[in-house]
């Protein structure tokens, strides 16, 4: 049965969209994931890393926990395999923890000397949009490596396949 709830479609493009880039990935050399580009956070490494560090970030916050050390900030290299592997659990911990509280409950984060307060509805809506914003730049760097065709990403791509 198709999905129709928007968090749950939200939640599940977002897991597939990013494994169709990182599938992409897997097919390029080393040189090619970590070409430098003006564009998203430079790479297709430094821009996936990063899609799935912001999960997990946000991911620290829903579970009223310490934020831990982000891989796109410590210099971490993954392959697109490993990657993948983060994806798979950085996802089914963020939808757990989606699901875990009313969408209207408020969480806060301080950072910089300020206290920033959301609800957790708009945290889910914001990482599966950050998702989408950072996979239309990884297209546009696959497109500039000759790439063809293109990984699926859209949502509508999503739909027809499931």
Known sequence: MPLSEPIEILLTHDRWATRHILQACEKLSSEQFHQRFEMGRGSLHDTTIHIISAMRGWADLLAGR????????????????????????????????????????????????????????????????????HRAQCLNMLRKLGVTPLPASSVMEWTFTE
């Open 66 to 133: 310490s934020p831990r050390p982000r891989p796109d900030q410590d210099g971490t290299q993954l392959t697109p395999a490993e990657l993948l592997k983060l994806l798979d659990e950085s996802a089914d911990e963020f939808a757990k923890l989606v699901h875990s509280h009313p969408f209207s409950e408020i969480v806060s984060r301080a950072r910089d000397g300020k206290t920033y307060s959301f609800t957790r509805g708009a945290v889910a809506t914001h990482v599966t949009t950050h998702g989408m914003h």
